[in-house]
């Protein structure tokens, strides 16, 4: 399956990505600016991205825990989410995110 990443510059990616995997793992292995520091334990905020408004609601919701960091994420938006917390189904092929600046390692 695949995803659509738009990275910090404007430039568009197709990923090829595996059922299961975090949204964060197949960005940050295929090499994209994400500096998602916790490895995914969803304490860091910096797999911040923007989520396409036509995926939005094919989205579970966020948890708790990521609704409280999202909160002091710098440039959060309504369509913001982690992307560490967004597993990959048949559902989310071909969905389109956007990398946060704040998630660039520079
Ligand atoms: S990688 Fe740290 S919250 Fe997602």
Do not use: F
């Amino acid at each position: 399956m695949k995803i659509l990443v738009t990275d910090q510059s404007g430039t568009r990616h197709e990923l090829e990505g595996l059922e299961s995997w975090r949204v964060m793992e197949v960005i940050r292995d295929w090499g994209l600016n994400i500096k998602a520091e916790c490895g995914g334990a969803c304490s860091c905020a910096t797999c911040h991205v923007y989520v396409d408004e036509s995926w939005l609601k094919r989205l579970l919701p966020a948890s708790p825990e990521e609704e409280d960091l999202l909160y002091t994420a710098p440039g959060r938006q309504a369509n913001s989410r982690l992307s560490c917390q967004i597993l990959l189904s048949d559902a989310l092929d071909g969905l389109e995110v956007t990398l946060a600046p704040s998630s660039a390692k520079d």
